[in-house]
Nanobody, 124 residues
Framework: VQLQASGGGSVQPGGSLRLSCEVS????????IGWFRQAPAKEREWVSC????????YYADSVKGRFTVSRENAKNTAYLQMSNSKPEDAAVYYC??????????????????WGRGTQVTVSS
């Protein structure tokens, strides 16, 4: 079971970037997918998640209205579309997978599998 986050890079304030999380070793629609980020000298924080089953989506207040999480089961891939980026969005972004149903997807313990992060830089 592996997850690989990609798509990071440098974006200007106000710009957009799409992160991808490719899963392998299991069918992605059997898992909920979460996105977390960690900025230098800060703790890892939850950003967004899409639940197993009905695909409900949830967002941290800091990104609500700017980020969109989605999944494409045929490609075993989840996405995090970042829009209207802010300097405070700069961080290493991680995706994670959980086989659990429910709405606790903002907790790190909810997840069994984690991918390596992808760096996002926001600067002009």
């Amino acid at each position: 079971v592996q997850l690989q986050a990609s798509g990071g890079g440098s974006v200007q304030p106000g710009g957009s970037l799409r992160l991808s999380c490719e899963v392998s070793g299991f069918t992605s629609d059997y898992y909920g997918i979460g996105w977390f980020r960690q900025a230098p000298a800060k703790e890892r924080e939850w950003v967004s998640c899409i639940s197993r089953g009905d695909g409900s989506t949830y967002y941290a207040d800091s990104v609500k209205g700017r980020f969109t999480v989605s999944r494409e089961n045929a490609k075993n891939t989840a996405y995090l579309q970042m829009s209207n980026s802010k300097p405070e969005d700069a961080a290493v972004y991680y995706c994670a997978a959980s086989p659990r149903y429910g709405r606790m997807c903002h907790y790190q313990w909810w997840y069994d599998y984690w991918g390596r992060g992808t760096q996002v830089t926001v600067s002009s």
